[in-house]
C-alpha cells in the first residue's frame, strides 16, 4: 500500500476543529502534547503506518495514534434499503511543537 493512499482525507468537524486548538503541558506522569487531528484512513492501514504517513505527508512528529472502525449506515432510497461504506478513522496527537495548518 502507497503512503500516499493511506490517508484520504481529514475530516473537518465541529470536535475536530477544537480539538486541533487544544494542546497540553507535561505533567508529572505524561509528557508535554500538542493538539489531535482526524483523518479517514484505508481501512488496511494499521497505526504505525499511519504515524509514519503523517509524520511524511505532514512533515510533524506524532504522539501517538488512535484508530476507530466506523460502520456504515442504513439508508432508504424510495422503496431500497441501502448501506453506506464502512470507513475507518484515525486521530493523530501530535507533539507539543508541531501543528498541521488544514484550514
Request: net charge positive; glycine share 6%.
Amino acid at each position: 500500500m502507497d503512503i500516499y493512499h493511506i490517508i484520504k482525507r481529514p475530516l473537518v468537524t465541529e470536535k475536530g476543529t477544537y480539538q486541533t486548538t487544544q494542546s497540553f503541558p507535561a505533567s508529572r506522569t505524561r509528557g508535554a502534547r500538542g493538539g489531535s487531528f482526524a483523518f479517514e484512513v484505508h481501512a488496511d492501514a494499521r497505526k504505525p503506518v499511519i504515524k509514519q504517513a503523517v509524520e511524511l505527508l505532514y512533515n510533524v512528529k506524532v504522539e501517538s495514534v488512535r484508530t476507530a472502525n466506523r460502520k456504515g449506515k442504513r439508508r432508504r432510497v424510495r422503496y431500497k434499503t441501502g448501506k453506506t461504506r464502512d470507513w475507518k478513522k484515525a486521530v493523530v496527537v501530535l507533539k507539543a511543537d508541531y501543528h498541521i495548518d488544514l484550514f
